[in-house]
């Protein structure tokens, strides 16, 4: 394993043995890396065969650490991904943990699984900790979960509820290639196929670089920008449903980290932009009304952040 000195070689290196793998998508590369040092989770959605599984797979081995996958399916019950006490004759018994017991947790169709099994990761998610049998396990630090998902509607899904995804700090589409990525995959199919990946970070660089993200000085004018931005949201007359207090933590978080991943140890409004879409996206619902005139939370988030006024930092 390499030896990092700074945020941005850290950046570099991660994303740089990911791209041995994964071709082009370099906004999912880098906001990966925010989640990661933000402590939150991330849900990317697309179409099948753009690959979704294939960049979090590969993310996770570069940061070390363990790994888990959990493919989602429609008979998959809470105790397949949290774990069970095994009991035996003598009365004893012993605790089996599930693959939620890992430093990064690839869930793979996360609404294939119905919503009973959806709802045990709530706990995981939020608090870093199940609750089994009236019994409360701690789990690994750092702890990241990637979670992939078709569209809605797609055949055989559950949808997710607004309180799942809430807990996603971060959603990421993930398309096609165009032409020239497509043909990268194609030139190099085999060196893709086989890749050599090597672990840039390990677990305790990760914590140590989380806590240095959290250090980032956030001015007053910063919060409130994050503030005017989720109250002009949650009073827009196009949504039935605006970000929670969640949606700006979020916000303030995942700055921070682009702010330390730059070299910087302070925010400033252009970081505020650049995550508005990606941490507010999933957490807006569009008006009956609106969405039969085709409108979007992207459409509604860039007119938002065209109207409140930017602080001088």
Same mark, same amino acid.
């Given at each position: ?5 700074? $945020? ?15 071709? +082009? ?8 890396? !925010? =989640?990661?040092? +933000?402590?939150?989770?991330?849900? /990317? ?10 960049? =979090?797979?590969?993310?996770?081995? =570069?940061?070390?650490?363990?790994? @888990?996958?959990?493919?989602?399916? $429609?008979?998959?019950?809470? =105790? ?8 035996? $004759? ?13 430093? !990064? ?21 939020? *608090?870093?900790?199940?609750? &089994?049998?009236? *019994? ?5 630090? $750092? ?10 509607? +797609? ?26 990525? *497509? %043909? ?15 672990? !840039? ?18 001015? %007053?004018? &910063?919060?409130?920008?994050? /503030? ?13 449903? +605006? ?26 409004? %252009? ?29 509604? /988030?860039? @007119? ?10």
């Amino acid at each position: 394993m390499e030896t990092l000195h700074n $945020p941005q070689e850290m950046a570099s290196g991660i994303i740089t043995e990911v791209s041995k793998v994964v071709v +082009g998508k370099d906004s999912i590369k880098k906001l990966l890396l !925010v =989640a990661l040092l +933000g402590q939150g989770h991330v849900l /990317i959605e697309g179409l099948p065969g753009t690959g979704k599984t294939t960049v =979090a797979r590969t993310f996770a081995q =570069a940061i070390g650490g363990k790994f @888990k996958r959990i493919q989602g399916t $429609p008979d998959m019950l809470p =105790a397949d991904m949290l774990g069970f006490y095994f009991y035996r $004759p003598d009365s004893s018994s012993q605790f089996m943990p599930g693959p939620i017991f890992a430093n !990064v947790v690839l869930i793979d169709e996360l609404n294939r699984l119905t919503p009973r099994a959806q709802s045990a990761m709530l706990e995981a998610m939020q *608090e870093m900790q199940v609750t &089994i049998e009236l *019994e409360t396990h701690r789990l690994e630090e $750092p702890f990241l979960v990637v979670a992939a998902e078709l569209p809605r509607g +797609g055949a055989g899904t559950s949808p997710l509820t607004e309180v799942q995804t809430d807990r996603f700090m971060l959603r990421l589409w993930s398309g096609f290639p165009d032409r020239e990525e *497509e %043909d990268l995959v194609l030139t190099n199919i085999d060196e893709i196929l086989i890749p050599h990946i090597s672990t !840039v970070v390990s677990s305790s660089d990760i914590l140590k670089l989380q806590e240095q993200a959290r250090a980032v000085h956030v001015a %007053d004018s &910063i919060r409130g920008y994050i /503030i005017d931005i989720c109250d002009r949201l949650r009073q827009h007359p196009d949504l039935s449903l +605006g970000p929670s207090t969640r949606g700006s933590i979020a916000l303030l978080r995942g700055a921070r980290a682009i702010a330390f991943m730059d070299g910087r140890d302070f925010v400033i409004p %252009d970081d505020i932009k650049e995550l508005a879409i990606p941490a507010l996206h999933h957490r807006l619902r569009i008006s009956a009304e609106a969405e039969m005139e085709n409108v979007t939370p992207d459409n509604i /988030i860039e @007119k938002v952040l065209a109207e409140v006024p930017v602080p001088t930092v």
